[in-house]
């Protein structure tokens, strides 16, 4: 992060489109992962990362409710990075980012424990909370 320090102010030279990719980089996502979820191409998203093309507002703020980031963030680079999801959003949001990461292992893991009958979903929850140390 570049700063210039004036008198008393700080002024930060980092830029949307730098917060964008930083936000990316966060979720662990690919130019093209990010743009599929946001609906657009790879190619659009390496352009508002290089600068080659404006962030959209419309686009900005489906970016902002896609990924639960927060726009004052992205606009400025003040707060969190994420706005503060209560727990279902917050989880809504780790499926999403399952869904659309690589992790085969994890997605086929879920999709079998879903399918347990309750006597063998508690055995699993026994064995992680031991692994876990609960």
């Not at 352009?47 to 703020?61: F, H, K, T, W, Y």
């Not at 989880?91 to 006597?119: G, H, N, P, V």
Request: include cysteine; hydrophobic fraction near 40%; charged fraction near 30%.
């Amino acid at each position: 992060m570049i700063t210039f320090v004036y008198s008393r102010w700080e002024v930060s030279a980092i830029t949307e489109r730098e917060r964008i990719r930083e936000l990316r980089e966060t979720l662990c996502l690919t130019r093209e992962q990010f743009g599929q979820r946001v609906g657009v191409s790879k190619s659009v998203m390496t352009n508002i990362e290089l600068d080659r093309a404006g962030l959209n507002p419309v686009l900005l703020q489906h970016i902002c409710d896609v990924f639960g980031a927060s726009r004052s963030w992205i606009e400025t680079g003040e707060g969190d990075m994420f706005n503060d999801l209560g727990p279902d959003a917050a989880f809504e949001r780790l499926c999403t980012e399952i869904a659309a990461s690589d992790d085969e292992f994890l997605k086929r893991a879920m999709r079998a424990y879903w399918e347990l009958s309750d006597d063998r979903k508690q055995t699993v929850r026994d064995f992680i909370d031991q692994l876990a140390g609960k």
